[in-house]
């Protein structure tokens, strides 16, 4: 690479002691990851640059230590890293969580949700409560913890990042287990009835006593090619949101060849999804076993953890968990005895749902901006640094402990034919008890609404998958949620949320701010997304304010949504019509005019 | 046929594919794009971001075809053409997806300078004014009552001059990404500049906007020279045009060897009333690819000058 060039602003003495901690600490504690791999940018063009996935955590320290991203921290850090100063501030633009203009205060900044459970309950009056009380706000997208709202997470100012809610005494969560029989599958069972609070029940003891590690166990013993048979055998299926054959995705990584990854997606960004965040909080070491099985039996060495920024508490106890797990030996130089080398790695995103599409993670974990590629290729051949790359929603993961655990017959026990297992779901809104549920795939959402405490009020919608999902009417209780009866309907369960509104609910305000959470979280990479999410926003705002659509309005809609749907890159753009188009139908948006 | 090992491979034995665009067989060598495949069969595809000389970043999706088995369209110049691939590049869906790709960046860019695009939504049909809003003229109660519109948003940027050589308007960018990748891996390895924020608001920038001459750029023009839309565009020109003077249709191009260093690059001199304002490269020369570097894209200013002084880039904000 050339040489860089870089302006005179140079760092303060406590800017630089910030980063250099920031990355000393990854040296230290990560040292077992390889960081050097050519990268495949885009239609295969490739870099090779060695330190330049360190960006991420060095844009953090900055942020945390001077409350923004200067110009001196930003060319400290791209000396450090050999990044060029307008690629790194293209990064760090890029970011719900850095700004890159000097804050006028001291402060820790209080990020407050104004997504729509949280609009609910009271989101706008409780910011302006907390500006008049002296505080830094920042209103931004839903923060993962729909089930507590309205939702607050404090970005630390020279302190660490915090969330309120998780000081408060035991978790709020409430879960509920419907699997019928004891050997049927269940992801939450062994975490209930604990104080997630409680740290002594995250010590590796008592998860063994539990019956952790019986997966990891299994899973040498089996062997990779018994171990893939029985995921595809139990008929798993992604929780991500794609829904995609585990099975196949492993299959196709363990045949590649070289240096590979696996990746623990964890970037929760889905309006209305809470349910990974729990999993880490309430049993951290399940997901770093789940971790090690999938990468011993592809074959990979490296494991990463990607997690959404704002969830401190999870990202403390995954950390732990992880060091847990190097004492434990599972991981390592010789890897729970596999005489293979794993070990695992966690970053924390810094505010930008996109980075929870698989490629769009990729690059943001190498350091650069969070902007999906274009597929194929696809990560199973060309996925983090250009390798072979397995990249799972973690509740996938922990299916398959479960299914190691009890064998894919017992798996499919619960379920339906097309769709086996059971699925968490995030319930939030106007339900009784919102929280987690683990439901039998193929319940009907009015068992599921009436496990949740039943509807307050008169039911007026339900928005099924978040943002990227769509709403179903009254009319919709007996729907049977599982893959195949949701998509006959033309709806989807995506990665779980169930977000429920009664008549009180101002739905045209909902849908507008819907509309306007697409605006802000398209990358901008591609035109019919970057254009036509705000194309359609202003048609919402139009019909929103005259209180009808005409037929030019509903036809344009249908342009956009045709367009994004078929010519954007990534999944953002192709479901961002959805709910809008979905809520037309439903008459959410006032009556229709000709 | 056999295959012997990958790397001994001799170039001229590459591997040939049919596939079938439109219902028309036509035969690529391995590797190459449907793009490559569409104008072997004789049929014009609009592109924006795709140039034969840079790596193809498939953003703009202008480009998009039909591939039978494909959920979804699939961007032309960028997506290798496979062995028995059905394509349609004109079926109602691509005009419509490439109409309404033309109709957004009208609808959001200055698209006066950018001539192919022009070009391309004439033929497509594009109707920026569609979301002038004027439909949603029913007032809700019926009182006439019509609460303000403030119309679509659009891309809004003072035009950035800041040296004597060439000019940024980003209200004209449509962010092809195309500069980028010339002031980086494609060409020039400088990485001056980069695309920054998010979503409609993302941009083309130096670190913090910095201007340019204080920046890493080293004006080699290149940059300028990808520019499908004059978002980008050399002094001269902008200059120019500004009183009416810029006359495409008057200039001569005339070939030549730059003679600053023994490299051998071609330089295209485009000549209007006996003066040299502009000068570009070929992108198939094998030397530059297109690519120039400061001497070459703007030394020629010596000709027209007593005595040549390197170029200035004092900047002089507008
Ligand atoms: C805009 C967008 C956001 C996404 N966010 C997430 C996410 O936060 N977590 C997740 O697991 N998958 C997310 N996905 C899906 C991933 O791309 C990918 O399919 C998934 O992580 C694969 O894991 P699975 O097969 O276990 O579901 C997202 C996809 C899109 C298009
Ligand atoms: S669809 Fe949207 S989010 Fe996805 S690549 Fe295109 S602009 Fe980015
Ligand atoms: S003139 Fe050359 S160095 Fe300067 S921004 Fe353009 S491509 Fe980069
Ligand atoms: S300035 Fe020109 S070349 Fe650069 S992204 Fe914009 S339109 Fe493309
Ligand atoms: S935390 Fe507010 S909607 Fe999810
Ligand atoms: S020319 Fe193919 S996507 Fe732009």
Redesign the pocket.
């Known amino acids: 690479m050339a040489d860089l060039h870089f302006s005179d602003a140079e760092p303060t003495a406590s800017e630089r002691r910030a980063v250099l901690a920031a990355l000393s600490v990854d040296e230290e504690s990560d040292g077992a990851v390889v960081v050097s791999h050519p990268r495949v940018v885009r239609a295969g063009m490739q870099r090779r640059r060695q330190m330049r996935h360190q960006l991420l955590p060095a844009l953090h320290a900055l942020q945390r230590e001077a409350g923004w991203i200067s110009p001196g921290g930003l060319n400290f850090v791209g000396r450090t890293l050999g990044v060029p100063p307008a690629e790194a501030y293209g990064v760090a633009t890029f970011y719900e969580m850095f700004r890159t203009e000097a804050p006028a205060h001291e402060l820790s900044v209080r990020h407050v949700c104004i997504d729509p459970i949280c609009a609910l309950a009271g989101a706008a009056p409780l910011a302006e409560h907390l500006r008049s009380q002296g505080h830094a706000v920042h209103e931004g997208p839903c923060l993962g913890q729909c089930e507590r709202a309205p939702a607050v997470f404090i970005q630390g100012r020279r302190e660490p990042d915090r969330v309120p809610a998780d000081g408060s005494g035991p978790d709020s969560l409430l879960v509920s287990i419907t699997a019928p029989a004891p050997e049927a599958p269940s992801l939450l069972r062994h975490m209930i009835g604990r104080e997630p609070g409680q740290s002594e029940s995250m010590s590796m003891e008592a998860y063994r006593e539990r019956g952790g590690g019986a997966a990891l166990d299994a899973a040498l013993r089996l062997g990779t090619d018994e171990v893939i048979s029985q995921v595809t055998a139990a008929g798993l299926?992604?929780?991500?949101?794609?829904?995609?054959p585990?099975g196949i995705?492993w299959r196709a990584v363990a045949d590649g060849e070289g240096p590979k990854h696996v990746v623990a997606?964890?970037?929760?960004?889905?309006p209305g999804?809470f349910k990974?965040r729990l999993l880490c909080e309430l049993e951290p070491l399940a997901i770093i076993e789940s971790i090690a099985v999938a990468g011993l039996t592809v074959g990979a060495e490296h494991g990463w953890i990607y997690i959404?920024g704002e969830y401190p508490l999870a990202t403390q106890r995954l950390r732990h968990a992880i060091a847990q797990a190097r004492s434990a030996g599972w991981l390592g130089d010789d890897a729970a005895g596999s005489g293979r080398p794993f070990d695992i790695e966690l970053r924390r995103g810094a505010g930008a749902?996109?980075c929870?599409?698989?490629t769009a993670?990729f690059n943001s974990l190498e350091g650069f901006r969070g902007e999906?590629r274009n597929k194929p290729p696809f990560p199973t051949t060309h996925g983090l640094f250009g390798r072979p790359t397995v990249?799972?929603?973690?509740?996938?993961?922990l299916n398959v402990n479960e299914i190691l655990r009890i064998g894919p017959e017992a798996y499919r026990s619960v379920g339906t034919e097309g769709s086996p297992g059971t699925k968490l779901f995030c319930l939030s809104g106007h339900v009784g008890r919102p929280g987690l549920y683990e439901a039998p795939f193929g319940m009907t959402l009015d068992e599921l609404l009436g496990l949740a405490g039943g509807v307050q009020g008169t039911l007026a919608a339900v928005l099924l998958g978040g943002a990227?999902g769509s709403f179903v009417g009254p009319d919709a209780g007996g729907l049977r949620l599982s893959l195949e009866d949701t998509r006959a309907a033309g709806t989807t369960l995506g990665?779980g949320p169930v977000m429920v509104f009664n008549d009180t609910a101002d739905m045209s305000a909902v849908v507008e701010r819907l509309a306007k959470f697409f605006c802000d979280?398209s990358c901008g990479q591609c035109v019919p997304c970057r254009v036509g999410t705000v194309r359609q926003h202003e048609l919402v705002t139009q019909i929103r304010r005259t209180g009808r659509s005409t037929e030019p309005q509903r036809e344009l809609l249908g342009d956009i949504a045709d367009a994004m749907g078929d010519a954007s890159i990534?999944?953002?753009g192709?479901?961002a019509a959805s709910a809008v188009l979905s809520a037309m139908r439903l008459g959410l948006l006032g009556d229709t005019a000709s | 046929m056999t295959r012997s090992g990958e790397s001994l491979r001799p170039e001229a034995e590459t591997e040939r594919v049919t596939l079938s665009i439109d219902g028309r067989e036509v035969t690529v060598p391995e590797g190459e794009t449907i793009l490559a495949a569409c104008t072997a069969a004789d049929v014009e595809t609009p592109t924006i971001c795709w140039a034969p000389n840079l790596t193809p970043v498939n953003v703009c999706r202008v480009c998009v075809v039909e591939l039978e088995g494909s959920r979804t369209l699939v961007p032309a110049c960028s997506r290798p053409a496979e062995a028995g691939m059905q394509i349609s590049t004109d079926s109602e869906r691509v005009r419509h997806s490439r109409r309404m790709v033309l109709e957004f960046l009208g609808s959001a860019n200055d698209l006066s300078q950018a001539s192919e695009i022009a070009d391309w939504s004439r033929i497509y049909g594009a109707d920026p004014a569609r979301y002038d809003g004027g439909a949603s003229d029913v007032s809700a109660d019926g009182s006439g009552d019509l609460p303000e519109r403030p119309g679509p948003e659009r891309v809004r940027e003072p035009v950035r001059i800041q040296d004597d050589l060439y000019i940024r308007a980003y209200d004209r960018c449509v962010l092809c990404y195309k500069c980028v990748e010339a002031c980086g891996d494609d060409a020039q390895h400088t990485f001056a500049i980069a695309v920054a924020g998010r979503g409609f608001d993302a941009r083309i920038r130096t670190e913090y906007d910095a201007e340019l001459p204080d920046s890493a750029c080293v004006y080699c023009g290149n940059c300028v020279a990808v520019c499908p839309t004059g978002a980008l565009q050399f002094r001269t020109e902008f200059d120019l045009r500004a009183v009416g003077e810029w006359r495409p249709d008057d200039q001569s191009v005339t070939r030549t060897v730059c003679s600053y260093c023994g490299v051998g690059c071609n330089l295209d001199l485009h000549v209007q009333d006996e003066r040299i304002v502009k000068v570009t490269s070929p992108a198939d020369h094998s030397v530059t690819s297109g690519h120039l570097c400061i001497k070459g894209r703007f030394g020629w200013q010596y000709v027209h000058a007593p005595a040549f002084e390197p170029p200035t880039t004092s900047a002089t904000e507008h």
């Open positions: 299926s992604g929780r991500g949101g794609a829904a995609f585990t995705k997606n964890i970037d929760e960004s889905e999804t990974d959404r749902y996109i929870g599409e698989e993670l999906p990249v799972n929603n973690p509740e996938t993961l990227a990665s979280e990534c999944g953002l192709h479901t």
